[in-house]
């Protein structure tokens, strides 16, 4: 019984957030017959294809954690899912290029046509620019102090970076095709290329809310350990599931060499190893006690989802 | 006389202005050597290509002028040339995927190979990303107070944007390419590709100092029109000089039936009216007396210059 009701309780929570932050997205890209167009409409085919939205839901529960540990009551901060819709124009911009076909070459994303198929090379080039120019414009709008706003700009421009950031994990992810993957680099090639942009959706919903040091300090171990699990199991469903369930070429990982947890580790030691992460993960959130039970089960949600 | 002592303190302006972007620059880079090396290699590679530093020399006029206008004496504002290299990197990020094959698909810049005939079309495009994202990476860590940084970024990123900003202008420019330039078009590419930095240098420069609402205006106004005069100077240099001078593939932008001044009003008409946009652009700056000569200095020399 508690655990149907921690069920419903989750997809309630999914649905909102993604309801949310559509109707942020939606506000905050250009319309699409805005001059110049072409862009426009490039940059909402790839944001609004499907995506579940996981980071902003992720940076809205952090926020509501820290929001309710501070002053009671569940309630969201006011505006924070502009900060969330801005985590997934970075996550969008990188899928963008990671498709292209100098990256990945991949013509179809969520069971749709890529940004590239359908615009051309050089409109998708520029879309997943305009993406990550559009991310800061609206991180730079946000309705917090502006000390809480330069950290957050500051905490994401660094999680999106080449140094143990999403670009560098990008890099690190093609030099390695050709190798055969070890621990160690599945470990940095995940933990900079997903489980930093996971990892500072969660860390900057807090500062958005208000948070202090120990609250950061808190978050980051959170995201860091929720992150790694997040993608442990996105390496899994690539190597479990058809490419109908999954909406993308699935097994495409594993043929191309790519270094992957099941590759390393096989299923079912990577399985309990995800599992022991978000153990983990939920024991930095002990001090917040109720308030966390939001955010832990957006997390149990990741690591047990099944596509 | 006083045209030679003029033309003395402009060389010296630009030079020292020069030096100190580049020591930031080669600070705030990360090594070449640091993993993943490909994309700092690249990212240097391009960065260090022999650029003039024209937009980061103008933030440091432009803060000049106001930091002395309000409290005499003639130095930079502290940490200024942070801001320039910010703007710097969003230039490079421009150039990099500017050059790339499906956009203007260009093997030569300033006389040098471009990203991606060195480093290969996918960490090319990486590099331009991770430039972008390290200019918002040292926004939010320049030495002004937040309510001054997080104004920064806002102008910065709306400057580089799809609506009458940069990524807007490459846009209008490429699908421009098929049609015939006409006044208009001419004059919204320039305003959005090139303009918007340009303009946004000077005024990130002044609010950088602790400029008012009044400064900003007429630093707008100022930044507006010399940066449209720089660009059909530019146009004039590439129909004018040979691919040698120029360092790239001269007479290019007529033979792609691109969107130029020259093209549309001819060379003479063209120079009349750069020189015209030049004394309105200095204009705004009477307010400022004698301060404003430094900045006054650079845009003429933007306007005269040879190559």
């Given at each position: 019984m508690k655990r149907m009701q921690a069920e419903v309780h989750v997809k309630e929570i999914l649905q909102t957030g993604a309801e949310l932050t559509d109707l942020a997205l939606e506000r905050l890209l250009p319309p699409g017959d805005a001059t110049p167009s072409s862009i426009h409409r490039a940059m909402r085919h790839s944001t609004f294809a499907g995506g579940k939205r996981l980071r902003p839901i992720l940076v809205m529960e952090a926020a509501r954690m820290i929001h309710c540990h501070q002053n009671g009551g569940g309630e969201l901060p006011e505006g924070v899912e502009e900060l969330g819709a801005a985590i997934e124009m970075l996550h969008t911009y990188s899928l963008i290029h990671d498709d292209l076909p100098a990256l990945d070459n991949d013509e179809l994303r969520r069971g749709k046509p890529t940004c590239h198929v359908v615009f051309g090379e050089a409109i998708a080039i520029l879309a997943g620019d305009a993406l990550q120019t559009l991310a800061y414009q609206t991180l730079s709008r946000l309705r917090c102090p502006a000390m809480a706003a330069v950290e957050i700009v500051r905490l994401v421009a660094d999680a999106t970076g080449t140094v143990e950031g999403m670009i560098g994990g990008q890099?690190?992810?093609?030099?390695?095709?050709?190798?055969?993957?070890?621990?160690?680099?599945?470990?940095?090639?995940?933990?900079?290329?997903?489980?930093?942009?996971?990892?500072?959706?969660?860390?900057?919903?807090?500062?958005?809310?208000?948070?202090?040091?120990?609250?950061?300090?808190?978050?980051?171990?959170?995201?860091?350990?929720?992150?790694?699990?997040?993608?442990?199991?996105?390496?899994?469903?690539?190597?479990?599931?058809?490419?109908?369930?999954?909406?993308?070429?699935?097994?495409?990982?594993?043929?191309?060499?790519?270094?992957?947890?099941?590759?390393?580790?096989?299923?079912?030691?990577?399985?309990?190893?995800?599992?022991?992460?978000?153990?983990?993960?939920?024991?930095?959130?002990?001090?917040?006690?109720?308030?966390?039970?939001?955010?832990?089960?957006?997390?149990?949600?990741?690591?047990?989802?099944?596509?």
């Open positions: 890099v690190l992810d093609l030099e390695g095709e050709h190798s055969k993957p070890t621990a160690e680099s599945v470990d940095a090639i995940h933990r900079a290329k997903t489980g930093a942009l996971i990892r500072v959706s969660v860390v900057s919903g807090g500062v958005y809310a208000g948070g202090d040091r120990e609250d950061v300090q808190r978050l980051t171990e959170f995201g860091r350990k929720a992150g790694l699990a997040f993608q442990i199991v996105d390496d899994i469903l690539d190597v479990t599931q058809d490419s109908e369930q999954l909406g993308k070429t699935a097994g495409k990982d594993l043929a191309s060499d790519k270094a992957t947890w099941p590759a390393v580790f096989g299923i079912e030691e990577s399985r309990v190893h995800a599992a022991k992460l978000v153990d983990e993960a939920f024991a930095a959130l002990a001090p917040y006690g109720g308030a966390a039970e939001g955010l832990k089960a957006v997390a149990r949600y990741l690591v047990e989802r099944t596509h």
